[in-house]
């Protein structure tokens, strides 16, 4: 059974900083691209930051320079870094694991973490 645990939202202030983890059970972790999605509400849910397995990243434009993403495939966990945080960046955040081996993909849900950013 595949799960995909989040952790580390909450309230900050504008400015401040929050750490979310992922943790992965039930997956060869160090084979999936981990990316981590934001959806605030009336929103489409959409890719924040990703990383792939072999370690490259993106990131969505309004999070470049204060968002980083990375993973630790011996604790099977993936981890989004947010400083700089503005009230835009409300939502909540929900990790994604996902493989393609063609013709089938693996794409798998955590629940999702609320992150809330207001003085």
């Known amino acids: 059974q595949v799960q995909l645990v989040e952790s580390g939202g909450g309230l900050a202030q504008p400015g401040g900083s929050l750490r979310l983890s992922c943790a992965a059970s039930?997956?060869?972790?160090?084979?999936?691209?981990m990316g981590w999605y934001h959806q605030a509400p009336g929103k489409q849910r959409e890719l924040v930051a990703g990383i792939t397995s072999g370690g490259r990243t993106n990131y969505v434009d309004s999070v470049k320079g204060r968002f980083t993403i990375s993973r630790d495939n011996a604790k099977n966990t993936v981890y989004l870094q947010m400083n700089s945080l503005k009230p835009e960046d409300t939502a909540v955040y929900y990790c994604n694991a996902k493989l393609r081996r063609l013709p089938d993909l693996y794409d798998y849900w955590g629940q999702g973490t609320q992150v809330t950013v207001s003085s």
């Open positions: 039930g997956i060869i972790f160090n084979i999936y691209d």
